[in-house]
């Protein structure tokens, strides 16, 4: 049987996959972007790309406190 390797993990998601990623829509990410508001985004000739550890980061921050949390 021959084995294959693993394929290599994605560091960075388009504009699209990032939206459903966070769970916003493609055109919030693009509104966010021309404001300087939400996860930095970096541009690849006209391509905008978005660091996945950045949306971790970014998701993570946007999350509301829980009830014990706040207690």
Known sequence: ??????APLRKYLR???AA????????????????????RVTRIG???VYDISE????????QAPTPAAVA
């Open 1 to 6: 049987m021959k084995q294959t390797e693993p």
């Open 15 to 17: 504009r699209k996959e």
């Open 20 to 39: 459903g990623y966070i769970g916003v829509a493609e055109q919030t990410l693009a509104c966010w972007a021309s404001r300087g508001r939400g996860p």
């Open 46 to 48: 006209r391509m905008c």
């Open 55 to 62: 949306l971790d980061a970014f998701a993570e921050g946007r």
